[in-house]
């Protein structure tokens, strides 16, 4: 059974930093390229980063190039999602989830960043 | 970056009968498109993917459509279940991999 499971969001100032992490199981995790989306409270779907199965590409939003980068660990079989100079509008549920370059077919349940003083 | 559009933005449909939810693109993206279902507080859920094919345990009653800007997701008989978010998602041309802004499917 594939799982994705999110961790790291929480509640930081504007001007912060947080690092998100997705651990991945019961697929051949180096195989798949992965993808951050967000949804903010109320909205809908955002791409915000992907990054290949080797993780010799990444890719992102124009709303968050610079400011966000994407890596992953295949020993570990887990994605991050280092997110600097937060800012309020960054505030969303982050999904992680299996695909780039295709349709997403996993998706893990997200975790929630706030950006707030 | 391609811009997706879906229309309507909410759908009231009655129970047992047909809906249709469309999705229009800003230029073509061959049959790169995906469908998605998101109930209260769930991640979403792939329904369709290279535009018409159902992923892995979904029922037969949706179906999709289309190619190149214009497409159609169909759910033939509506069941409570399906009363949901539906979202539209091109993966033809990328970064940015893109999403329509949602049709909210509700109970008539």
């Known amino acids: 059974e594939v799982q994705l499971l999110e961790s790291g969001g929480g509640l930081v100032q504007p001007g912060g930093s947080l690092r998100l992490s997705c651990a991945a199981s019961g697929f051949s995790f180096s195989s798949n390229g992965m993808s951050w989306v967000r949804q903010a409270p109320g909205k809908g779907l955002e791409w915000v980063s992907g990054?290949?199965?080797?993780?010799?590409?990444?890719y992102y939003a124009d709303s968050v190039k610079g400011r966000f980068t994407i890596s992953r660990d295949n020993s570990k079989k887990t994605v991050y999602l280092q997110m600097d100079s937060l800012r309020v509008d960054d505030t969303a549920l982050y999904y992680c989830?299996?695909?780039?370059?295709?349709?997403?077919?996993?998706w893990g349940q997200g975790t929630l960043v706030t950006v707030s003083s | 970056e391609i811009v997706m559009t879906q229309s309507p933005a909410t759908l009231s449909v009655s129970p047992g009968e047909r809906a249709t939810l469309s999705c229009r693109a800003s230029q073509s993206i061959s049959n790169n498109l995906a469908w998605y279902q998101q109930k209260p507080g769930q991640a979403p859920r792939l329904l369709i993917f290279?535009?018409?094919t159902r992923a892995t345990g979904i029922p037969a009653r949706f179906s999709g459509s289309g190619s190149g800007t214009e497409f159609t997701l169909t759910i033939s008989s509506l069941q409570s279940e399906d009363f949901a978010l539906y979202y539209c998602q091109q993966y033809r041309s990328w970064p940015p991999i893109t999403f329509g802004q949602g049709t909210r499917l509700e109970i008539k």
């Open positions: 989830a299996r695909g780039v370059a295709v349709a997403i077919d996993y």
């Open positions: 990054i290949s199965g080797t993780g010799g590409s990444t």
């Open positions: 290279g535009a018409s």
